[in-house]
């Protein structure tokens, strides 16, 4: 299985993203799907969480301006970032598993990671 991470770049403060996390292997739709993300020297952070059921959670730093979602095809899973702050600044990275692995960052796959710089 390999997850591919895409999306990334750089941005003014208040602008948008949209990562895309995209499957081989494995079908994103029967799969509970993890965004995580990880700032230079702090620990990686679990942004938002997709279960196959449809439940979906995020962190509180990012509840109302990140959206995670399925596409319709093509395998993918997205998050949707709006009004971006330099503290958004980070490394991306998906990752699939049971939802108590991915809360605790323990995901069974991993992408490679996208970088997103947002500047001030």
């Known amino acids: 299985v390999q997850l591919q991470a895409s999306g990334g770049g750089t941005v003014q403060a208040g602008g948008s993203l949209r990562l895309s996390c995209r499957a081989l292997g494995a079908t994103l739709s029967i799969n509970n799907i993890g965004w995580y993300r990880q700032a230079p020297g702090k620990q990686r952070e679990l942004v938002a969480v997709a279960s196959v059921g449809g439940t979906t959670k995020y962190a509180d730093s990012v509840k109302g301006r990140f959206t995670i979602s399925r596409g319709s095809a093509l395998n993918t899973v997205y998050l949707e970032m709006n009004a971006l702050k330099p503290e958004d600044t980070a490394k991306y990275y998906c990752?699939?598993?049971?939802?108590?692995?991915?809360?605790?960052?323990?995901?069974?796959?991993w992408g490679q990671g996208t970088l997103v710089t947002v500047s001030s």
């Open positions: 990752a699939i598993g049971a939802v108590f692995k991915l809360v605790a960052g323990i995901g069974d796959y």
